[in-house]
């Protein structure tokens, strides 16, 4: 499979844990995206990725949250403390290093629920 | 704020019908337009992108097409089979976002075609 990956796919949780999400991105793309997605809504931009700079994070980005990619490959988001209001799906997306095209390609998403 | 409206929000159609979809923005300044299928619970699939030279793009049964003057963007489906049934999302970067990496979303077009 030579598409975007995310893990895992479902994540329960508690109030007040931490939790870590990653994203694999197609190999060859340098740039890497998460977004967020509630229920009825389109995905809503959360922080971007060139190769391992972080470049653009969203005011939706609140302290609780944390994303990095170490290498430039994969990503990682993290959310700590919890809130019910953090549930959603997160949806990691890449794109390639064309001038010009920055098509996004989207993964399957890990769906958050906080109870 | 609302930048991106798809309309409508939900769409039945018979089998073999041909339909449009509109989506629209507040801010006609954009760049590139990317229209998704998203089917329940899981992520985007990309289906077209416009980059900001063009005025449209086919493919297959699909064909999306972008007036930058007026601010808005169609996707036309020909013959519509029940596996066309999804929520269909369109996304641009816009430049009141100040961004050319960060896709805006509408709240998509859910769209079921019945046997």
Known sequence: DTGVSQDPRHKITKRGQNVTFRCDPISEHNRLYWYRQTLGQGPEFLTYFQNEAQLEKSRLLSDRFSAERPKGSFSTLEIQRTEQGDSAMYLCASSPRVSGNNEQFFGPGTRLTVL | ?115
């Open chain 2, 1 to 115: 704020k609302q930048e991106v409206t798809q309309i409508p929000a939900a769409l039945s159609v018979p089998e073999g019908e041909n339909l449009v979809l509109n989506c629209s923005f507040t801010d006609s300044a954009i760049y590139n337009l990317q229209w998704f299928r998203q089917d329940p619970g899981k992520g985007l699939t990309s289906l077209l992108l416009i980059q900001s030279s063009q005025r449209e793009q086919t493919s297959g049964r699909l064909n999306a097409s972008l007036d930058k003057s007026s601010g808005r963007s169609t996707l036309y489906i020909a013959a519509s089979q029940p596996g066309d049934s999804a929520t269909y999302l369109c996304a641009g970067y816009l430049l009141s976002s100040g961004s050319a990496r960060q896709l805006t979303f509408g709240s998509g077009t859910q769209l079921t075609v019945l046997p």
